[in-house]
């Protein structure tokens, strides 16, 4: 790895005075501050300004560097030198830093498929795995929240994302039900929507439960709480909807997902007075003037819940949790997901708003694997004896977990992620359809060191279980059919009467 950057520093005053003065610090410097962090057994090693120039009150010079002193760091130390060193005598100091041009020589770990390009970068240069990077006006300010290596990281992860294009994700199968006999094979949407039990939303991808189809998802609701969380000594918490996109960076969301969020602006002002030509049009148009509101609301700066964990987590930001309290169990049944799924819409398993159930854990390695087992126990009695249906386990390495920080669980069996796969036999035979994936159970890392959770003596992991209302409902409906009497004996003592619904002429 090989960097070299052009840079101007710009003081208060003119330092042609100071000229010898500046090459005693430059001499000084690179035989001892430019090389501090290189190993000993390293010879030649750090960085090394080659030559400067001086021009009233501007100070030009050219710093080679390798990877153990990078040059922008190495800029960095060299200001503050020159502050210390001229600020007494000369009285003057570094106004602004100025890259006038940077260029980074790197090995890639796999050759580029296509080019690629980054924000802050002018130029990169592939060939075979040497990379080139050229950038220039780079801040002082950008220079030290470490902007240079977060773009080299992100060469390497851009490559790396083309070597998955098109590749399905890791799918292992860990158990398997027997195969069950199916009550029909017609879609429970398309008949729900035909009887009246669901109406689609006002907006794209959101739908209207009618008591018929509410008793079903508040019935499964139920069963999820009395039957799965309870008995393990989950408590209930409530968030709200709206999450900051600091906590959506903190867990990997914002850089995942942000072509699926749905972001929140709010208004620039709540006076009346500057809202009066906006409601003016709206009363004469009765309609809303699109380009009028984009004036008087703010740039988002928080999206809409896409799950509940990541608020879960970041409750417990810099906390020290009790040994006694280990392992917190909790879970948030209040706030709808939003996902802007586009074109991906399908039925009311596939929308654009759901209701989800999200069970949070947090505890010693040891706590979660022995949590992980018990609620394996408990979602096989519900799925079994409960709700009756062919279903499926498999252990799955999602690409998007692995770049959100996953990659430490590849190394441990007992953690990672396992989704929950239901049949649909409206979809085709089991051996060639397309199965669903109704929900999840993961244990990781990443979020206790994010949030930096700590506890009075062990390291703690954290992990989350997603349910899915309407998808527990697809994966029940689609099996079971419409038809409450034909239902598991066991699903409808917890669902008692069907609603009468009502009749629409």
């Not at 502050?83 to 090995?107: A, C, M, S, W």
């Not at 990659?407 to 089991?430: N, Q, V």
């Not at 109704?438 to 992990?463: A, C, P, V």
Request: hydrophobic share 35%.
């Amino acid at each position: 790895m090989r960097f070299e950057l052009k840079t101007t520093l710009r003081f208060s005053d003119d330092i042609e005075d100071a000229e010898s003065d500046v090459k005693g610090i430059v001499s000084s410097a690179n035989e001892d501050l430019l090389k501090r962090g290189v190993p000993e057994d390293v010879d030649d090693g750090g960085a090394r300004v080659k030559d400067f120039s001086i021009q009233k009150d501007e100070l030009t010079f050219k710093i080679v560097s390798d990877r153990y002193v990078r040059a922008h760091d190495a800029v960095l130390r060299l200001k503050k030198t020159l502050n210390q060193e001229l600020g007494p005598e000369y009285h003057v100091g570094v106004r602004e830093v100025k890259i006038d041009n940077y260029t980074i020589r790197f090995e890639l770990e796999k050759e580029a498929k296509e080019d690629i390009s980054l924000p802050y970068v002018d130029d990169i240069k592939l060939d075979g795995k040497i990379c080139e990077l050229n950038i220039s006006g780079l801040t002082e300010e950008q220079l030290s929240k470490n902007y240079v290596d977060r773009i080299i990281n992100r060469v390497e992860e851009k490559i790396e994302a083309q070597y998955y294009e098109g590749k399905e994700e890791m799918w292992e199968l860990q158990w398997k039900s027997e195969e069950k006999k199916m009550v029909w094979e017609e879609d429970p949407t398309e008949v729900m929507e035909k009887r009246g039990w669901i109406k689609r939303g006002p907006t794209k991808g959101k739908w209207f439960y009618r008591p018929e189809a509410a008793k079903i998802l508040k019935t499964l609701e139920k069963i999820v709480i009395d039957d799965i969380l309870k008995p393990l000594g989950f408590q209930e918490v409530i968030e709200s909807m709206m999450v900051p996109f600091d906590v959506w960076i903190d867990t990997g969301h914002m850089e995942g997902i942000p072509n699926e969020a749905y972001y929140i602006s709010e208004p620039a002002t709540r006076n009346p007075e500057e809202w009066e030509e906006i409601i003016d049009e709206i009363k004469i148009t009765k309609e809303v003037p699109s380009d009028k509101l984009a004036k008087m609301t703010e740039t988002p700066k928080a999206g809409i819940c896409y799950a509940q964990c990541p608020v879960i987590y970041w409750s417990f930001r810099n906390e020290t949790i009790s040994d006694d309290s280990l392992p917190i169990l909790v879970y948030e049944n209040t706030v709808p997901s939003t996902r802007y799924e586009s074109g991906g819409r399908r039925g009311i398993e596939r929308v654009d708003e759901f209701h989800r159930i999200e069970p949070v854990y947090i505890g010693t390695k040891d706590q979660l694997i022995e949590l992980k087992e018990k609620l394996l126990d408990r979602y096989k009695h519900v799925f079994e004896d409960v709700l009756d249906i062919e279903w499926r386990m498999a252990k799955v390495e999602p690409f998007y977990l692995q770049q959100a920080g996953g990659k430490k669980e590849e190394e441990e069996t007992d953690l990672g992620t396992i989704d929950f796969e239901a049949y649909l036999p409206y979809r085709g035979t089991r051996e060639e359809s397309e199965w669903l994936e109704f929900g999840n159970l993961s244990i990781f890392r990443k979020y206790t060191e994010t949030f930096n959770i700590k506890s009075q003596t062990e390291e703690l992991l954290s992990g989350c279980t997603g349910i899915g209302i309407e998808r527990w409902a697809t994966a029940f409906l689609a099996q079971k059919g419409l038809d409450s009497e034909k239902w598991p004996e066991n699903f409808k003592d917890h669902l008692g009467e069907m609603p009468e619904g009502f009749e629409l002429l």
